[in-house]
């Protein structure tokens, strides 16, 4: 049988091969070494997408503190225009959110489907209030002549921060696509997502909001 | 007591966020700017460890988990050390 070049590469990277039936992981002794990238839980693929999202965001992050280096006094003048306070409440939700998004992959893999989806619903309820929120933010900066021009400091901001909301978007769609289709598999790996954009907001909120 | 470790990290999550908030409103005043910056980055390393362990389920890879603090740690002391290079360079 032909395997598209990825799909070997992906199973190689797991341990397994795509050859005959005695090369496969499934026919390994017990006492035989364990492949370390054997040992991520949940789907590997998922775990490049985490660590490559944590990168860009994290260059962007360095970048801007790289910038506010030639200019500090403008960029605590510009973050004084931000509200913490809001940015908090907004971080808030989303924990709430990741907390219901694992709550619900535990009731998943008790069986429990319905109380699943109904905790998937609400995580992907307060994704919408975050949303929500960073747009009535968006809207304020944009009637206060805020725009990316403005300074430096708000080329960072809208650009870190919408290419997170985006994310946002995205997580909302693929966490309604598992609670319909809700394979447990699918739905560790629809979460997990999630709690990735979870990752990179507590790391990107204090950056834009609170260090000043 | 909690004893469900997903409701016991998600309430960490958000002590810690409150706690990062209350500092970067009050802490500047309060001990200075550094150590504001330096408990806002200590927390914000926290935070993702615990989402890292308990959400993305890395406690059941030690290993794993601990590549993923070393790396986040170091990377939250370089964003400490860009955030006070400005202190320094004047």
Same mark, same amino acid.
């Given at each position: 049988?032909s395997?598209?070049?990825?799909?070997?590469?992906?199973?190689?990277?797991?341990?397994?091969?795509?050859g005959?039936?005695?090369? *496969?992981?499934?026919?390994?002794?017990d006492?035989?070494?364990?492949?370390?990238?054997?040992?991520?839980?949940?789907?590997?693929?998922?775990?490049?997408?985490?660590?490559?999202?944590l990168?860009?965001?994290?260059?962007?992050?360095? =970048?801007?503190?790289?910038?506010?280096?030639?200019?500090?006094?403008?960029?605590?003048l510009?973050?004084?225009?931000l509200?913490?306070?809001?940015?908090?409440?907004?971080?808030?939700v989303?924990?709430?959110?990741?907390?219901l998004?694992?709550?619900?992959?535990?009731l998943r893999?008790q069986a429990? *489907?319905?109380?699943?989806?109904?905790?998937?619903?609400?995580?992907?309820?307060?994704? =919408?209030?975050?949303?929500?929120?960073?747009?009535?933010?968006?809207?304020?900066?944009?009637?206060?002549?805020?725009s990316?021009?403005?300074?430096?400091?708000?080329?960072?901001?809208?650009?870190?921060?919408?290419?997170?909301?985006?994310?946002?978007l995205a997580?909302?769609?693929?966490?309604?696509?598992v609670?319909w289709?809700?394979d447990?598999g699918?739905?560790?790996?629809?979460?997990?997502?999630?709690?990735?954009?979870?990752?990179?907001?507590?790391?990107?909120?204090p950056?834009i909001?609170?260090?000043? | 007591?909690?004893?469900?470790?997903?409701?016991?990290?998600?309430?960490?999550?958000?002590?810690?966020?409150?706690?990062?908030?209350?500092?970067?409103?009050?802490?500047?005043?309060?001990?200075?700017?550094?150590? =504001?910056?330096?408990?806002?980055l200590?927390?914000?390393?926290?935070?993702?460890?615990?989402?890292?362990?308990?959400?993305?389920?890395?406690?059941? =890879?030690?290993?794993?988990?601990?590549?993923?603090?070393?790396?986040?740690?170091?990377?939250?002391?370089?964003?400490?050390?860009?955030?006070?290079?400005?202190?320094?360079?004047?």
């Amino acid at each position: 049988m032909s395997f598209p070049i990825q799909v070997r590469l992906f199973r190689l990277c797991r341990g397994s091969t795509v050859g005959s039936q005695e090369d *496969r992981l499934d026919d390994k002794p017990d006492n035989a070494p364990v492949n370390a990238l054997e040992t991520l839980p949940g789907d590997l693929i998922m775990w490049v997408l985490i660590v490559s999202e944590l990168l860009v965001f994290g260059a962007g992050l360095a =970048a801007f503190l790289s910038v506010r280096i030639t200019d500090p006094s403008g960029f605590s003048l510009a973050q004084a225009r931000l509200s913490p306070t809001l940015a908090g409440i907004n971080t808030i939700v989303l924990i709430t959110s990741g907390f219901l998004a694992a709550r619900a992959l535990n009731l998943r893999l008790q069986a429990r *489907r319905s109380a699943a989806r109904w905790h998937l619903a609400g995580a992907g309820a307060l994704g =919408a209030v975050f949303m929500a929120l960073k747009v009535d933010e968006y809207l304020e900066k944009a009637g206060e002549g805020i725009s990316t021009e403005t300074h430096p400091f708000f080329t960072f901001y809208y650009l870190l921060t919408g290419f997170h909301a985006a994310h946002i978007l995205a997580g909302m769609v693929i966490l309604a696509l598992v609670a319909w289709k809700d394979d447990p598999g699918d739905m560790e790996t629809g979460t997990a997502f999630w709690h990735m954009v979870d990752l990179v907001w507590v790391l990107l909120f204090p950056v834009i909001y609170l260090l000043g | 007591m909690i004893h469900d470790a997903t409701t016991r990290a998600w309430v960490t999550l958000m002590v810690l966020s409150g706690a990062s908030v209350l500092v970067a409103l009050t802490g500047g005043a309060s001990f200075g700017g550094s150590v =504001a910056g330096a408990l806002i980055l200590l927390f914000a390393w926290m935070k993702a460890r615990v989402i890292l362990a308990r959400y993305l389920g890395l406690w059941r =890879a030690p290993a794993w988990l601990s590549g993923f603090n070393w790396v986040l740690g170091l990377y939250c002391m370089l964003l400490l050390g860009l955030f006070l290079a400005p202190d320094f360079i004047r």
